[in-house]
């Protein structure tokens, strides 16, 4: 039975992809689902005219994405930690501080975007990734100062 591919699957395809499976296959798990479709000539113009959509949005995606990515790439921070007696930070700066500090810079990020292995524990200066999307990542510079 053909069919079409609504999500990737494993061992069988991607999405929008045009395949051939057992017909058991299909009417019992893959069609019931939601995995895929029959593949008619209605639902492959369907697929088709989703995809066109999908790539149009990846496209203004990726515009807003590069300007963000060239903002961040200049973004230079400085976070104010309390120090104790030979400069050991009171607490840590954790990625809440930094998506604190970016939106001081006019920057809205995602905390979750903000990649830090572990909390910063030490004054200094650090690049902090931030990965906006799969293929769009870019890197701000800390600053850790005394207050």
């Known amino acids: ?25 299909a009417r ?6 939601g995995i895929a ?3 008619s000539k209605q639902n ?8 066109k959509n999908i790539e149009r949005q990846k496209n ?34 954790t990625s809440i501080d930094i998506q604190k500090a970016l939106e001081l810079e006019g920057l809205n990020i995602d905390r979750n975007a903000i990649v830090l292995e572990s909390p910063i524990k030490a004054l200094g200066i650090y690049h902090i990734a931030i990965q906006l999307a799969e293929s769009f990542a870019s890197e701000v510079k800390l600053y850790v100062i005394k207050s």
């Not at 699957?9 to 929008?16: E, P, Q, T």
């Not at 492959?44 to 995809?51: A, L, T």
């Open 1 to 25: 039975m053909d069919i079409i591919l609504l999500v990737d699957y494993d061992g069988l395809g991607k999405a929008g992809d045009l395949i051939n499976v057992k017909s058991g296959f």
């Open 28 to 33: 019992n798990k893959l069609i019931p689902k």
């Open 37 to 39: 479709l029959r593949a």
């Open 44 to 51: 492959i113009s369907i697929v088709k005219e989703k995809n």
């Open 60 to 93: 203004k995606e990726s515009v807003k994405y590069d300007i963000l990515l060239k903002k961040l790439s200049k973004t230079e921070i400085t976070i104010k930690a309390q120090v104790g007696k030979e400069d050991k930070m009171f607490g840590s700066i």
